[in-house]
Structure formats: C-alpha cells, structure tokens
C-alpha cells in the first residue's frame, strides 16, 4: 500500500500557531506535532523526552495526517524522542530509505516521511486488554516482553474511575503484566502481596492492587514524565499499624483482599488494634506491605 504526505490542513496549522502563541508562558510545557502518511492509524511517542526509552504514549489525532501532545515538564538530559504508528519498536519511524532514525529535539512541526510497520487496530491480531484496578489508581500501564526483557510498557487509556484499558499486537508470549508505574516497583500483587504475571489473554482482569502507585499529575491529554513520588513508611507496634509519608487518605486490607480500616488522614495514620498477620496499607499514593507479629 502507497502511503503519501498530504499537505497540512487548517486544522493543524491553527493548531501550530496556538503552540506558539503560548510558547513564552509555557516554558516547562511543549506540544509535539507530527505530520505521517496518510492511513497511519495510531501515532505513539516514546524517548527521554517522555521519562525513558520503555513507554509508549499515545498521541491525540488532529486530523487525518496529524497527531499531537503537549508534555509537561519535558526531559532536559535527555530531549530526543521518536514516533511509532503503534505501540511497540515494530512500528518505529524512518526515512525515505526505510531507515529508523530519532529526532534529536523539539521543532514546532515533525514530519515522519514513514514507518518500518503499520499498527491495524482493526486486525485479527490486535487484542484488547482491560484491567479493573483500586480507585487509587491514578495509571496504568501494560508490561510485556519485547525479547528484550521485561521492561516495556504501554500506557493504557482509562475508561471510567475502576478501569484502564488498552489495544495492542498480539504475540507468540501472550505473558504480560499490569503496573501502576514504569518499573518493577509498581508491579500487580495478589492478596499475598506476591506479584503477578498473566499467561493468556482475558476479556477483563481484575488486579488486586499494585506494589507501589506512581502519579501522573496531568490533565487530560497531558503527559508529565516527572511523576511525583512519595516514600510510605508503615510499621507495628503493640499490634497497631502505623503510617507516615505524604498522603491524605489510608485504607488497610487483610490478606483476603477485605478493607477493615480507612480514614482520610494526612500524612500519619494509626489504626485500631488488630490482630496477628500481614496487611496491606494502600494511600492515595502508594501501597506497602506490613506486618504485624
């Protein structure tokens, strides 16, 4: 299939000259805009421009050949990013020769003459992955092996205030993995805060909660790569747990997956006596394991 560049419509220049109108007072804010070929479905940025070289965040569409997305406080060490027209490196962008290549930084337009792959959401092979999650849940992403190891992830969109989801390729390992942040530490755990792996493709997942949860403070259709970050102490004494750290609400859980205490509190919490055993403490930031003896 022959796959041309269109001339950029009114659209996206309007788009363009509304970037620049706030440029000066958007200093830590910048929009990436990107002209592809016409048919391009999905357009996914990825770099250190965005946090790392692992994530996969999906850009809005403007019009048939344009997508965009404004990033918060992008990357300094490390400013250069590419596109893919899907989520995975099978879909990375090239030149005219078929050769990949990476935009060094930012330019008030890119254009991607084409890319190595083509993402059909519409295919036979395209799954699409749900997850209900903890209302604490501020992001989601879809973790899986690229060959390369664990250490990729999709970020999925969210769906209502319980549930993200997410459509991507199908592969030969179906294994994967939900976390509530880019690394292990924000890893799925089950009721005995052991984390999980899925082996095969479910219509919808239910995760019991994560390691730990990463926040994206962002509106919507913005990406900010500087997730904020708190450290949750929790600990016990005289069969009472108690929790420090930066929050404002705490729910505890015993190993059955039963909230038994909660309270909207801010940044220290003791609850009532309780028995012998292991429990989850869970904050509008984070999530940690205690034990009480």
């Not at 479905?41 to 850009?59: L, P």
């Not at 999650?133 to 769906?159: F, H, L």
Request: aromatic share 12%.
């Amino acid at each position: 299939m022959n796959r041309t560049i269109t001339k950029i419509t009114k659209s996206a220049i309007i788009a363009i000259l509304m970037m620049f109108a706030g440029f000066e007072t958007m200093s830590a804010q910048l929009t990436y805009t990107v002209q592809v070929p016409a048919g391009t479905n999905e357009v996914y940025m990825v770099g250190g421009v965005i946090g790392g070289w692992d994530r996969f965040i999906k850009m809005n569409q403007v019009d048939e050949t344009t997508f965009s997305i404004t990033i918060n406080n992008p990357g300094t060490d490390d400013p250069s990013y590419e596109y893919c027209a899907g989520p995975s490196w099978n879909y990375e962008n090239c030149d005219e020769n078929g050769k990949v290549y990476g935009t060094p930084g930012w330019s008030p337009l890119d254009v991607v003459p084409g890319f190595v792959d083509y993402f059909d959401p519409t295919a036979w092979n395209a799954l699409t992955y749900t997850v209900q999650v903890p209302s604490e849940t501020d992001v989601v992403y879809w973790e899986y092996d690229a060959g390369d190891g664990w250490m990729n992830y999709i970020e999925m969109q969210r769906v209502d205030a319980n549930t993200f989801s997410a459509m991507v390729p199908a592969t030969a390992d179906m294994s994967y993995s939900y976390c509530a942040g880019t690394s292990e530490d924000y890893i799925e755990i089950d009721q005995n805060f052991q984390s999980v792996t899925h082996s095969q493709w479910s219509d919808m997942d239910t995760a019991f909660g994560f390691m730990s949860y990463d926040v994206k403070l962002s509106a919507t259709g913005i990406v900010n790569p500087t997730l904020e970050k708190t450290d949750l102490v929790g600990y016990s004494e005289n069969n009472v747990i108690k929790v420090t750290g930066t929050f404002n609400e705490v729910s505890i859980y015993n190993v059955t997956g039963q909230k038994i205490q909660s309270g909207k509190v801010t940044n220290y919490f003791e609850s009532k006596p309780v028995s012998a055993g292991i429990y989850l403490v869970k904050t509008d930031r984070q999530a940690i394991k205690v034990v009480v003896r």
